[in-house]
């Protein structure tokens, strides 16, 4: 009984006093499987954490944003950006973290290329004095962690589990590196000292999350929190959010295994493929191991093989030689300045999510389409006063207004067709042409009535999506309806079914009839197939005449006339 409340103890002083219920998964049956993640969010300001130079863009020529104290030059000194602490301030109350109202800055020591002044200041030690009235006066010098917020909470969400409380242990605002780059043409490193000194925010989560998929949800829902209170782009193919991910195995029953740290993953996929090789490579070695531990270590990701390699063990670490910075007093907040931050605070997804779902009920069957909405809901400037340049939820809202058109009032939209069109095709798009929502040119009435065209069958589904090609390569104001008609996208229809439009007229029912008999033309034997009774072959006769007629003939519409072409050629 003792030694279980002193092992509870250990496991709670070490972050695990939560400890889920165990769930078998097929995938590793038998284990289970402990996930804590760190996360660097880069902090959306336009200057830098320590100094007045400004941040950088993936487009900046290098060493173009760097003043002598991100240069290291002696004698210059580091001054706290209050931009970047409010936005710390604002992620803190996000992830429902107390926030320090003292928090302190020390010295990260280690020696790289990237690292001009030789040290990280980061958040981790508060070594300030504290006076004990016990019997005497006693001086005592506290080595307490002091980062600016600590115990969040963020809740997320997996198709196959309810809701999951994730504990967020502490963020702590940091500098950034600068970056190096190895040229083996030339055998030379570059260093390009534009990131250095760049303002990060290091979220580290609780050992709470019990598989890839949930490791997955936990940073796509962080990166939503981030967008929708502007304080991180969170863009990780762009290197704004980076994730180190500790992974250890367990066998059922058994405590909590030793963790192997995977640094600097900058894709939710290759994150979640990281893991899984991490769970394959520590279960194997404890098979083959038996009563040995896995060794702590410190791992990387090669993206080809998909695997994880060593890069250095515990024993290697190195010792960071914390101290605290002593050109950088406390920071000290006032409650004031906390409740004003809190005050102006954004919806957060969740409180979005409710009120979308409750507008647009909907809405319910598409959870995750919802979620690619709110992930992407970074339209707004970042700011103080409440200005909202607005994001995808906005622009989604818009949409879903029944349009007033040339003074009528335009067809009832169905939010489901719109929120498809919307996270499929329109942010599909923008993402081959390596753009996100914020460079959409489209404005909601141009899309809404793009969608509307498909809808009402004055163009296909296929025409709508070369049209939106068109429309983001070729940004105007003109309508839709416009542009479809000039590239001659109009569907090809028959009269019978013909849409309610004025442009399918008799000349555009007159081609579709051409295109059919030509394929009946062209192809013989589907026909004679067809004549035979074997109903697949129309499918080819159908595509053949959409390929003619570039997309433009309504597939339901051929169907039809096919079928009564050939029954007519028979009689
Ligand atoms: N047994 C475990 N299995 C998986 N993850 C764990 C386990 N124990 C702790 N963790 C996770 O490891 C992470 C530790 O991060 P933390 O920043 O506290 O320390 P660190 O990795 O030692 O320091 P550094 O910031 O220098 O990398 C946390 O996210 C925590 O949840
Ligand atoms: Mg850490
Ligand atoms: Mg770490």
Redesign the pocket.
């Known amino acids: 009984m003792f030694l279980r409340r002193v092992y509870a103890h250990s496991l709670k002083s070490?972050?695990f006093h939560d400890l889920r219920t165990y769930q078998d998964d097929p995938r590793w049956p038998g284990w289970q499987v402990?996930?804590?993640?760190?996360t660097h969010a880069q902090i959306k300001s336009r200057r830098k954490l320590f100094s007045g130079s400004f941040t950088s863009g993936v487009d900046d020529p290098p060493n173009t944003n760097v003043s002598p104290f991100d240069a290291a030059f002696p004698g210059t000194l580091p001054k706290v950006n209050s931009k970047c602490v409010d936005l710390a301030i604002r992620t803190a109350l996000a992830l429902k973290s107390s926030i320090s109202l003292r928090s302190s800055f020390d010295r990260k020591h280690y020696f790289y290329s990237d690292q001009p002044l030789g040290y990280q200041i980061t958040q981790q030690y508060c070594a300030y004095v504290v006076l004990l009235f016990i019997n005497i006066p006693m001086l005592i010098a506290a080595n307490m962690p002091a980062p600016i917020a600590t115990n969040g909470l963020l809740e997320i969400e997996t198709p196959q589990n309810s809701p999951i409380q994730v504990r967020i242990?502490q963020i702590q605002l940091e500098q950034d590196t600068a970056k190096s780059t190895f040229n083996p043409r030339i055998q030379k490193s570059h260093i390009d000292l534009n990131r250095a000194g760049t303002g990060l925010m290091?979220i580290?989560?609780?050992?709470d999350l019990r598989s890839p998929e949930e490791a997955g949800a936990y940073v796509r829902t962080l990166q939503s929190v981030l967008r929708a209170v502007g304080s991180s782009d969170g863009n990780m193919e762009q290197g704004s959010l980076r994730c180190?991910v500790?992974?250890?195995v367990n066998r059922k029953g058994d405590p909590?295994?030793?963790?192997c740290?995977i640094k600097n993953l900058n894709s939710v996929k290759f994150m979640m493929a990281a893991i899984i090789h991490e769970i394959k490579r520590q279960t194997e070695f404890l098979n083959a191991n038996p009563g040995a531990t896995v060794p702590q270590e410190t791992r990387g990701f090669d993206e080809n093989t998909f695997e994880t390699f060593r890069l250095r063990s515990k024993e290697d670490a190195p010792d960071y030689r914390y101290m605290p910075d002593p050109n950088l007093g406390a920071l000290v907040l006032s409650q004031a300045r906390i409740e004003e931050i809190k005050k102006n605070l954004p919806p957060l997804p969740w409180e979005i999510r409710s009120r979308l779902l409750n507008k647009y009920p909907s809405l319910r069957a598409k959870g995750k389409s919802l979620d690619v909405l709110l992930n992407v809901n970074n339209g707004r400037e970042v700011g103080f006063d409440g200005e909202d340049s607005g994001g995808a939820v906005e622009y989604f809202e818009r949409l879903c207004q029944t349009p007033v058109r040339d003074g009528n009032r335009g067809p009832e939209r169905d939010p489901v067709v719109l929120l498809n069109w919307l996270t499929h095709e329109l942010l599909g798009q923008l993402a081959t042409r390596k753009e996100t929502f914020t460079d959409n040119p489209l404005s909601s009435s141009q899309f809404g009535e793009l969608v509307d065209l498909v809808q009402d069958g004055t163009i296909t589904g296929t025409s709508g999506k070369h049209l939106l090609r068109h429309m983001l390569s070729n940004p105007s104001s003109r309508r839709p309806r416009e542009i479809a008609t000039e590239f001659q996208l109009i569907a090809l229809t028959t009269s019978s079914s013909s849409p309610s439009t004025a442009l399918a007229d008799s000349s555009a029912t007159s081609e579709l009839e051409i295109l059919c008999r030509s394929a009946i033309a062209d192809l013989p034997s589907e026909v004679a197939a067809l004549r035979a009774g074997n109903k697949n072959v129309l499918n080819k006769i159908v595509g053949h005449v959409m390929r003619k007629s570039r997309g433009r003939a309504d597939a339901t519409a051929t169907r039809a006339l096919v079928e009564k072409l050939v029954i007519q050629d028979e009689q």
């Open positions: 070490r972050g402990i996930v804590g993640i760190e242990k290091e580290v989560s609780e050992p180190d500790n992974v250890s909590p295994g030793i963790r740290e």
